[in-house]
């Protein structure tokens, strides 16, 4: 038997010699939230007025910071000032009106009062019982966002924190669908699975099935049509030559508004290849599908709902904070086969209801709030509202953009994002270089951001519409500058 006689512990001495407070008492919380609440509301009015991208080389910010960690307390009214003189300066601003790259994250005012609140209860939503209310409030935001995209009531799911980590708890689901008993037997000596994506899908598809062991030769890159969409015939072609070889289809990922140009690709005759030969649908919607909240963008997603499961960001275009990524699935057993694991000290009577079963993760955030306040502050008018906003001010902006003779688009439209190129006709690689350049010039100005992407094997230029400050003035702005720069920068130009 182990001795558990007491015997002297000198830190435990020290520490009754030296006492220090556990934490602030509530005069000292009041007056460092007061700061910190006047600091947001400040920085929300004023984040216009910074560079969107700041002037800071590698290592500059971590310099300030110091490379010790203080002995002693420091008032919070100093950590603020230096918060603000060394940290701040050195963000990417994405809730600047001119973050007009990738897709945006902006957050709503909600969903920062949201997130104080979740900080104060300091909840681990794992089990039912550790956290009832949680797994209950997130079950039914994440219910409220299902109605409010068109969804049927088979789908149910839950709140993970990003879409990387949502289609990597679905490919485990459609791997162990498969029949491979992975999880019983490990990978070796199983059959060889396929992954089937398009050429234009996001990167984390392939990320996934590194993850899940299947390696990268397990994912197979679909051709897209001169839309970017993923081709049905493409993906059957895929399936059934790879059933001829003897290897087993475990999922096609279908995207609706793709990471480059935002295209759809056509899910309903794709989910009818995929059920031709039992495959897992999943669909990619995490930038994109909560537009479907508008009435008149609906038809962009026939199809969806045959889905095995679906992803969906509201910390992108909703205006939740990070992390904030909904996924959502037919059938919960094969995400319970798949890594479900309770050890005898975390058994209760209500496992049904207990949502660290599906996916990596033990400990969960209470994620769910901020998405059930943004729904109760905002309302679903009002979110698909800006939605549409956002969609008529990128529509156009490409109108006005590609009719000034300069620039021409390189993709079509698609929702709030557009992609476009300046081009003389002349040489292709000097044409690229005479991009990247714009792209750097307008960058550099600080009043705007915007992205880059390659289509075809050329360099092309991005633009998303998503943040909730963006107004039509912004995007005059970027238009502007992106026309100065390219005539200052033109090949033969002053520039």
């Known amino acids: 038997m182990p001795d558990h006689t007491k015997r002297a512990d000198p830190a435990r001495e020290n520490a009754r010699a030296d006492p220090a407070p556990a934490d602030w008492s509530p005069e000292t919380m009041r007056a460092a939230l007061g700061r910190a609440s006047e600091w947001t509301i400040d920085y929300r009015r004023r984040v216009g007025e910074f560079p969107v991208f700041p002037a800071v080389e590698p290592g500059q910010v971590r310099r300030a910071l110091g490379d010790r960690p203080p002995r002693a307390p420091d008032p919070f009214e100093r950590v603020l000032a230096d918060f603000d003189e060394h940290i701040v300066s050195g963000l990417t601003h994405w809730n600047h ?21 979740i900080a104060a209860v300091g909840v681990n939503a794992m089990l039912w019982r550790t956290s009832p209310a949680a797994t209950e409030v997130e079950r039914t935001a994440v219910d409220w966002l299902r109605q409010a995209v068109g969804l049927p009531a088979s789908f149910s799911g839950l709140i993970l924190d990003t879409a990387s980590t949502a289609t990597f708890t679905a490919l485990l689901a459609a791997r162990e669908l498969a029949g491979t008993r992975v999880r019983a037997d490990g990978l070796p000596g199983g059959p060889a699975l396929a992954v089937y994506t398009s050429e234009q899908s996001h990167s984390s598809v392939e990320k996934s099935a590194l993850a899940a062991g299947l390696g990268h030769r397990s994912v197979r890159r679909i051709a897209v049509d001169e839309a970017f969409r993923m081709r ?59 537009a479907a909240m508008v009435p008149e963008q609906r038809g962009r997603f026939r199809g969806w709902e045959a889905a095995d499961s679906i992803v969906l ?126 792209l750097a010039r307008v960058n550099a100005g600080g009043r705007s951001f915007i992205s880059h992407t390659e289509l075809g094997g050329r360099y092309v230029l991005r633009l998303s519409v998503g943040s909730i400050h963006t ?13 100065r720069a390219a005539d200052e920068l033109s090949p033969g130009g002053p520039g």
């Open 232 to 290: 049905p015939e493409a993906l059957e072609a895929a399936i059934t030559e790879d059933l001829a070889r003897g290897v087993r289809p475990a999922m096609a990922c279908a995207t609706i508004g793709t990471t480059s140009t935002a295209s759809v690709d056509p899910v309903e005759p794709l989910a009818a290849v995929a059920r031709r030969y039992g495959v897992w649908l999943h669909v990619d919607a995490a930038y994109a599908g909560p």
């Open 97 to 117: 009106p001119g973050f007009l790259a990738y897709f945006s994250s902006s957050t709503r005012a909600p969903s920062i009062v949201a997130e104080l609140l």
């Open 471 to 483: 107004e039509e003035r912004h995007l005059d702005e970027v238009l502007e500058a992106l026309h």
């Open 313 to 438: 960001n509201p910390h992108k275009w909703l205006g939740t904070s990070l992390d904030c990524s909904v996924l959502l699935y037919r059938d919960v057993t094969p995400f319970r086969a798949s890594l479900a694991l309770t050890p005898t000290y975390l058994e209760s009577e209500d496992d049904e209801t207990d949502l660290m079963d599906i996916g990596l993760a033990l400990g969960r955030r209470f994620r769910g709030l901020k998405l059930w306040m943004l729904f109760r502050c905002v309302g679903t008018d009002g979110l698909a509202g800006t939605m549409r906003r956002h969609i008529a001010m990128a529509e156009a902006a490409a109108d006005r953009l590609a009719g000034g003779g300069v620039f021409e688009l390189a993709a079509p439209v698609s929702f709030s994002t557009f992609c476009f190129r300046a081009a003389s006709g002349g040489d292709p690689a000097t044409e690229d270089h005479w991009n990247r350049e714009i």
